[in-house]
Nanobody, 126 residues
Framework: QVQLVESGGGLVQAGGPLRLSCAAS????????MGWFRQAPGKEREFVAA????????YFADFVKGRFTIFRDNAKNTVFLQIVTLATEDTAVYYC???????????????????WGQGTQVTVSS
């Protein structure tokens, strides 16, 4: 069993950076593919970014457009989502997830993840 706890969200201005953290307990994160998803009010939860368990592959949603990066600190058993430039449309609850995906491209699917955090709210003001 993997327990995931996100942090780092809040009210931020458009154009600024933000780093979200996802700390794990119970299992070692490097044994899992890790994903970030987000859900805006009234919308479906959507894929944002993922990193393979090897750490060698990353995968991003098209809307990211180079603004986000995903990386892992094995010593802290934590995965991060770094947002370089926030936009108002990035307002959402951000969730991290852990799982074992059969392919790189399937890391974008919610069904590839067995464990989810409770989410952290990101609100971007203009």
């Amino acid at each position: 069993q993997v327990q995931l706890v996100e942090s780092g969200g809040g009210l931020v201005q458009a154009g600024g950076p933000l780093r979200l953290s996802c700390a794990a307990s119970g299992r070692t994160l490097s044994n899992y593919d890790m994903g970030w998803f987000r859900q805006a009010p009234g919308k479906e939860r959507e894929f944002v970014a993922a990193m393979s368990r090897s750490g060698l592959s990353t995968y991003f949603a098209d809307f990211v457009k180079g603004r986000f990066t995903i990386f892992r600190d094995n010593a802290k058993n934590t995965v991060f989502l770094q947002i370089v430039t926030l936009a108002t449309e990035d307002t959402a609850v951000y969730y991290c997830a852990a799982g074992l995906s059969p392919t790189i491209t399937s890391m974008r699917l919610r069904t590839s993840y067995a464990y989810w955090g409770q989410g952290t709210q990101v609100t971007v003001s203009s």
